[in-house]
């Protein structure tokens, strides 16, 4: 019979690697192999070195996989953890908090409760009863825009320009829309591929902008309200969602921001400064010595409510308390992610700030999040951000 290269029948370590409890599998192990026979012997000392080296790897081996087991379990622990209170607090917005919404909502309990972020499979429910339906909108309503959108998108593929010219933006307007439309679904979440072309949720995001510029053709389709549909789709059914997405894009701020009333918009950014100033006046002073205004990073969270800037799943729990707060809590999130980063902000020049500001790190927790956000109080002496805000939009 053939022999494997490097092997011979006459080694006296075959017959006692038999006996070894494992077949050392890497090289590590090879240091307490005797010497192949045509070489000399190793002496006393080095072999028992070479058992002491050996003991010593096995050893840190040992040592690492016991903290990889404890980490491990700590995450389980954890994870186990977050269920169990996500489970019990299901439980007490089913039973207690949605069947008496109104007269419970304000309570300090639900308050607290809402703080912590809403489980995911009441989320949808909680933000529809808070954000409300003032417009009055109800699906037979959205059916008809949504059927009107589908007309227009027909006439543009068959004939390249539209028959309807009454709605109150004109043609080049409408045809820029569907063309942003159709530009920014691409670019919706790209990670999660749902959105874009043959994505499950493609044809649904499609469906509620469109509806959406044919209800409200004055404000017609802006950059970045994909995102806020996106949103609002992946936590509720289709009709819904374009219900929350109207009522929230009427918001005095979302209105001011998505029909880009620059006097309005400074106003915003001028009573935003009012707290930051207030809150973290380091930063503050370094960001006015550089000329970094809040336009520069502001508008591109506020546009998005956050769900372009921060991991989708802190984002969602931005938007919980958003729908609980109303707009101060947009820019006091703002004000949160300012702390979380203030002594890296404070090293970095008005460029490299800019950067840092409109491409944050992906790696935001939403735990550390809150608590820089909960550590930034709106309040300026004892005036509240409304307040504040509606002295500097009296102010001409």
């Not at 008496?100 to 989320?123: A, C, K, S, Y």
């Not at 203030?342 to 927790?365: H, K, M, N, W, Y």
Request: proline share 5%.
């Amino acid at each position: 019979t053939e022999f494997e290269a490097g092997t011979s029948p006459t080694q006296p370590q075959q017959g006692r690697r038999k006996n070894l409890e494992f077949e050392p599998l890497s090289t590590t192990a090879l240091i307490l192999e005797d010497r192949p026979a045509n070489l000399p012997a190793k002496s006393v000392e080095e072999a028992q070195r070479h058992r002491q080296e050996y003991d010593e790897m096995v050893a840190e081996a040992k040592k690492r996989e016991l903290k990889e087991a404890q980490r491990k379990r700590k995450e389980m622990k954890e994870r186990f953890k977050q269920e169990e209170s996500i489970a019990n607090a299901m439980v007490v917005w089913n039973n207690d908090i949605l069947p008496n919404w109104e007269n419970m909502r304000n309570t300090r309990r639900v308050r607290e409760l809402w703080w912590q972020g809403l489980p995911p499979n009441v989320r949808g429910k909680v933000w529809s009863l808070a954000i409300g339906n003032e417009l009055n909108i109800t699906p037979e309503l959205y059916e008809i825009f949504l059927s009107r959108a589908k007309e227009r998108w027909r006439s543009f593929s068959e004939t390249g320009s539209e028959t309807e010219a009454d709605d109150g933006a004109s043609l080049a307007d409408r045809e820029s829309s569907l063309d942003l439309i159709k530009l920014d679904i691409s670019r919706t979440f790209p990670p999660l591929f749902i959105f874009q072309k043959g994505g499950p949720y493609h044809d649904l995001l499609h469906s509620v902008l469109g509806a959406y510029t044919c209800y409200r053709p004055d404000v017609g389709y802006v950059q970045g309200m994909s995102f806020i549909a996106a949103v609002l789709i992946l936590n509720l059914e289709e009709a819904d969602a374009f219900i929350a997405f109207a009522n929230l894009l009427n918001k005095p701020c979302q209105l001011a921001f998505f029909r880009v009333d620059h006097d309005l918009m400074l106003k915003y950014f001028a009573a935003f400064e009012v707290f930051f100033e207030e809150n973290l006046p380091r930063l503050f002073n370094h960001f006015q010595s550089s000329n970094l205004t809040p336009d520069l990073y502001l508008i591109d969270w506020i546009f998005t409510l956050y769900s372009k800037s921060l991991p989708l799943d802190v984002a969602c729990r931005v938007w919980d308390v958003f729908c609980r707060d109303g707009e101060e809590f947009l820019f006091r999130t703002g004000l949160g992610i300012l702390r979380l980063y203030e002594d890296v902000l404070l090293q970095l020049d008005f460029i490299r700030s800019a950067q840092f500001l409109t491409r944050l790190p992906e790696d935001i927790g939403s735990d550390r999040l809150f608590a820089c956000i909960a550590a930034a109080p709106m309040l300026n002496g004892n005036r509240k951000w409304s307040q504040v805000s509606s002295s500097k939009q009296k102010k001409t």
